[in-house]
């Protein structure tokens, strides 16, 4: 059973900088998949970044290229979403996820934590 535990979030004015933590527990991760979905008031998820946890390779939404960055801890087992220059529409409950090995589509993420609250204000 796969743990996840967000935290990091809160209130921000536009322009402005979080990091969201996502401390991850119950097995070793290998190849998995760590990532960050989110969800705005009235609309759906959606794939914000990605990390693979032994290549380091990184995948983002083109809504956050060039303004967030996913890493990884070994050592912690964390996962972190660095957000520089957020705006208005990133506000949104944000989600840790979690892909088993051999991953490579949004849906291969089942494992979910239970959100932090990001809001970005004017």
């Known amino acids: 059973q796969v743990e996840l535990v967000e935290s990091g979030g809160g209130l921000v004015q536009a322009g402005g900088s979080l990091r969201l933590s996502c401390a991850a527990s119950g097995r070793t991760f290998s190849s998995d998949g760590l990532g960050w979905f989110r969800q705005a008031p009235g609309k759906e998820r959606e794939f914000v970044a990605a990390i693979s946890w032994t290549s380091g390779s990184t995948y983002y939404a083109d809504s956050v290229k060039g303004r967030f960055s996913i890493s990884r801890d070994y050592a912690k087992n964390t996962v972190y979403l660095q957000m520089n220059s957020l705006k208005l529409e990133d506000t949104a409950v944000y989600y840790c996820?979690?892909?088993?090995?051999?991953?490579?589509?949004?849906?291969?993420?089942?494992?979910w934590g239970q959100g932090t609250q990001v809001t970005v204000s004017s």
């Open positions: 996820v979690r892909a088993p090995p051999g991953w490579g589509t949004y849906a291969d993420f089942t494992s």
